[in-house]
């Protein structure tokens, strides 16, 4: 309908485009949303690497992003109060975030600080090392593979909607 009155105005046969006063709607409405069942979870993380098991149970019991998870640093956890806490810098949206650890998370962080890399301070190390974000959908991709997946095919943004 815009472009319909753009061209009458180049035509000179009205002066305003009234579609301007209308607001756009919302595009969020044809947004993939996904729900995982803790069943489908446990299937994928069972048929990963470990390294990897660790990231899917973490985004699926927190609802973190990837990025926050993989640049997750021990100075961000309390395991005392169960709280991880995001500065500002450290996540998408710019906002400091406040997060509950889920009691099913604490046993991951115990055997995962037992084997921490005295070289950085991150959560997730593979080989001594952060891990990266391109290193985590290839895991994904196999696991969904290996279970022989089909349509709609979850992606691990979709662990965000989890507990």
């Known amino acids: 309908m815009s472009r319909i009155f753009r061209n009458l105005i180049d035509h000179k046969i009205v002066t305003e485009n009234p579609c301007r006063l209308v607001e756009s709607l919302s595009e969020k409405s ?11 979870v446990n299937r994928v993380r069972d048929a990963c690497p470990e390294w990897y098991a660790d990231i899917i149970w973490t985004a699926y019991l927190t609802g ?3 990025g926050e998870i993989i640049n997750l640093a021990w100075r961000n956890i309390c395991l005392k109060k169960r709280l991880i806490t995001l500065h500002a810098t450290e996540t998408k949206e710019s ?7 889920h009691r099913d998370l604490v046993p991951l962080f115990d055997r995962v600080g037992k084997i921490r890399s005295l070289i950085n301070d991150h959560v997730f190390i593979l080989n001594g090392a ?24 979850p992606t691990p943004h979709d662990l965000r909607h989890g507990v």
Do not use: N, T
Request: charged share 35%; glycine share 2%; hydrophobic share 35%.
């Open 30 to 40: 044809g947004l993939r949303e996904v729900y995982i069942s803790l069943d489908d």
């Open 64 to 66: 973190m992003r990837r």
């Open 95 to 101: 906002k400091a975030k406040r997060i509950p650890i």
């Open 130 to 153: 952060q891990i990266k974000a391109q290193s985590c959908q290839r895991p994904w991709d196999r696991a969904l593979d290996k279970l022989q997946w089909s349509s709609p095919r």
